[in-house]
Protein backbone atom coordinates (compact mmCIF):
# COMPACT_ATOMS: atom_id res chain seq x y z
CA UNK A 1 0.00 0.00 0.00
CA UNK A 2 1.34 3.37 -0.46
CA UNK A 3 0.28 6.81 0.77
CA UNK A 4 0.41 9.66 -1.46
CA UNK A 5 -1.30 13.44 -0.75
CA UNK A 6 -2.48 15.14 -3.28
CA UNK A 7 -3.24 19.06 -3.46
CA UNK A 8 -6.58 19.61 -5.59
CA UNK A 9 -7.45 22.96 -6.64
CA UNK A 10 -11.42 23.30 -5.77
CA UNK A 11 -13.85 25.86 -7.53
CA UNK A 12 -16.85 26.99 -5.09
CA UNK A 13 -19.95 28.55 -6.30
CA UNK A 14 -21.56 31.12 -4.48
CA UNK A 15 -23.64 29.17 -2.27
CA UNK A 16 -20.59 27.35 -1.30
CA UNK A 17 -20.87 23.81 -3.56
CA UNK A 18 -17.54 22.57 -4.68
CA UNK A 19 -16.19 21.78 -8.18
CA UNK A 20 -13.25 20.25 -9.18
CA UNK A 21 -13.21 22.59 -12.62
CA UNK A 22 -13.98 25.91 -13.23
CA UNK A 23 -16.32 25.12 -16.09
CA UNK A 24 -18.49 22.80 -13.88
CA UNK A 25 -18.74 25.71 -11.68
CA UNK A 26 -19.58 28.23 -13.58
CA UNK A 27 -22.14 25.66 -15.90
CA UNK A 28 -24.06 25.14 -12.13
CA UNK A 29 -24.07 28.81 -11.22
CA UNK A 30 -25.74 30.24 -14.97
CA UNK A 31 -27.73 27.00 -14.89
CA UNK A 32 -28.75 25.89 -12.07
CA UNK A 33 -27.82 28.26 -8.71
CA UNK A 34 -29.44 31.49 -10.93
CA UNK A 35 -33.16 29.25 -11.35
CA UNK A 36 -33.21 28.32 -7.81
CA UNK A 37 -34.71 31.84 -6.80
CA UNK A 38 -37.61 31.06 -8.90
CA UNK A 39 -38.39 27.89 -7.59
CA UNK A 40 -41.60 27.87 -4.67
CA UNK A 41 -42.05 24.65 -2.51
CA UNK A 42 -45.03 22.93 -1.40
CA UNK A 43 -46.34 19.89 0.15
CA UNK A 44 -49.81 18.50 -0.36
CA UNK A 45 -51.90 15.70 0.77
CA UNK A 46 -54.34 13.71 -0.65
CA UNK A 47 -56.29 10.48 -0.30
CA UNK A 48 -58.45 11.43 2.44
CA UNK A 49 -59.89 9.56 5.18
CA UNK A 50 -63.43 9.08 4.10
CA UNK A 51 -64.72 6.72 6.60
CA UNK A 52 -63.94 7.69 10.07
CA UNK A 53 -61.72 10.81 10.42
CA UNK A 54 -62.11 12.72 7.40
CA UNK A 55 -57.80 13.10 7.48
CA UNK A 56 -55.71 12.82 4.44
CA UNK A 57 -53.08 10.17 4.62
CA UNK A 58 -50.81 10.92 1.83
CA UNK A 59 -47.98 13.63 2.49
CA UNK A 60 -46.42 14.73 -0.64
CA UNK A 61 -44.01 17.66 -1.45
CA UNK A 62 -43.66 19.38 -4.86
CA UNK A 63 -41.54 21.88 -6.12
CA UNK A 64 -42.56 24.32 -8.49
CA UNK A 65 -40.17 26.55 -11.57
CA UNK A 66 -41.31 28.47 -13.72
CA UNK A 67 -38.60 30.13 -15.59
CA UNK A 68 -39.90 33.88 -15.55
CA UNK A 69 -40.51 35.31 -12.26
CA UNK A 70 -44.77 34.87 -11.24
CA UNK A 71 -47.34 34.44 -8.51
CA UNK A 72 -48.79 31.48 -10.15
CA UNK A 73 -46.67 28.55 -8.40
CA UNK A 74 -49.76 27.69 -6.18
CA UNK A 75 -51.96 27.27 -9.60
CA UNK A 76 -49.38 25.44 -11.30
CA UNK A 77 -49.30 22.90 -8.70
CA UNK A 78 -53.33 22.70 -8.58
CA UNK A 79 -53.23 22.12 -12.20
CA UNK A 80 -51.06 19.29 -12.08
CA UNK A 81 -53.65 17.80 -8.94
CA UNK A 82 -56.43 18.67 -10.84
CA UNK A 83 -55.53 16.26 -13.57
CA UNK A 84 -54.48 13.64 -11.46
CA UNK A 85 -57.12 13.94 -9.74
CA UNK A 86 -59.89 13.39 -13.17
CA UNK A 87 -60.93 17.23 -12.80
CA UNK A 88 -62.26 16.32 -8.89
CA UNK A 89 -61.02 18.78 -6.40
CA UNK A 90 -64.02 17.66 -4.23
CA UNK A 91 -65.27 14.58 -3.03
CA UNK A 92 -67.79 13.13 -0.39
CA UNK A 93 -66.73 13.64 3.24
CA UNK A 94 -66.48 11.26 6.07
CA UNK A 95 -69.44 8.75 5.50
CA UNK A 96 -70.87 10.36 2.45
CA UNK A 97 -72.02 13.27 4.61
CA UNK A 98 -71.44 16.17 2.02
CA UNK A 99 -68.56 17.33 0.19
CA UNK A 100 -65.04 17.94 1.16
CA UNK A 101 -61.88 18.85 -0.66
CA UNK A 102 -59.86 16.19 -2.22
CA UNK A 103 -56.25 17.54 -1.22
CA UNK A 104 -54.76 20.30 1.08
CA UNK A 105 -51.61 22.15 -0.04
CA UNK A 106 -49.53 24.24 2.07
CA UNK A 107 -46.00 26.44 1.38
CA UNK A 108 -42.82 25.21 2.80
CA UNK A 109 -38.92 25.39 2.62
CA UNK A 110 -36.52 24.29 0.02
CA UNK A 111 -34.93 22.05 3.22
CA UNK A 112 -38.65 20.34 4.23
CA UNK A 113 -38.74 19.69 0.20
CA UNK A 114 -35.47 17.51 0.58
CA UNK A 115 -35.95 15.89 4.02
CA UNK A 116 -38.92 14.55 2.38
CA UNK A 117 -40.65 13.01 5.73
CA UNK A 118 -41.50 9.96 5.95
CA UNK A 119 -45.86 10.25 6.84
CA UNK A 120 -47.11 8.24 9.93
CA UNK A 121 -50.69 7.96 9.54
CA UNK A 122 -52.89 5.73 11.95
CA UNK A 123 -50.16 3.77 12.33
CA UNK A 124 -49.41 2.78 8.98
CA UNK A 125 -46.26 4.36 7.28
CA UNK A 126 -46.74 5.68 3.70
CA UNK A 127 -44.38 6.43 0.76
CA UNK A 128 -44.26 9.95 0.82
CA UNK A 129 -43.82 10.97 -3.30
CA UNK A 130 -41.33 14.05 -4.67
CA UNK A 131 -41.95 15.63 -7.46
CA UNK A 132 -40.72 18.41 -9.08
CA UNK A 133 -43.09 20.45 -12.02
CA UNK A 134 -41.04 22.10 -14.59
CA UNK A 135 -41.15 22.80 -18.08
CA UNK A 136 -37.24 21.97 -17.64
CA UNK A 137 -34.76 19.41 -15.91
CA UNK A 138 -32.60 21.19 -13.19
CA UNK A 139 -29.92 19.20 -11.81
CA UNK A 140 -30.46 18.15 -7.92
CA UNK A 141 -34.40 17.59 -8.85
CA UNK A 142 -36.54 15.07 -9.57
CA UNK A 143 -37.45 14.00 -13.32
CA UNK A 144 -39.51 17.38 -14.10
CA UNK A 145 -43.24 16.75 -14.73
CA UNK A 146 -44.52 19.76 -17.53
CA UNK A 147 -47.51 21.66 -17.14
CA UNK A 148 -47.42 24.61 -18.07
CA UNK A 149 -47.02 23.69 -21.69
CA UNK A 150 -49.68 20.79 -21.68
CA UNK A 151 -52.10 23.23 -20.62
CA UNK A 152 -51.55 25.32 -23.31
CA UNK A 153 -50.69 22.60 -25.77
CA UNK A 154 -46.89 23.60 -27.28
CA UNK A 155 -43.56 22.13 -26.85
Known amino acids: MKKHKKNVDIFISEDGKEFLTKE ?8 VLSKLENIKYFTYFTSRDITETGMFY ?17 EVLLQYLFELHEGK ?7 GYGVTSSFYIEEISKERY ?22 EPIDGYPKNIKVI ?4 NYK
Open 89 to 95: IIQKDVQ
Open 58 to 74: NHNYAAVYIERHSSCYK
Open 114 to 135: FSKKQNNWGGMKTESKQIFLSE
Open 24 to 31: ECIHYEEN
Open 149 to 152: SKVF
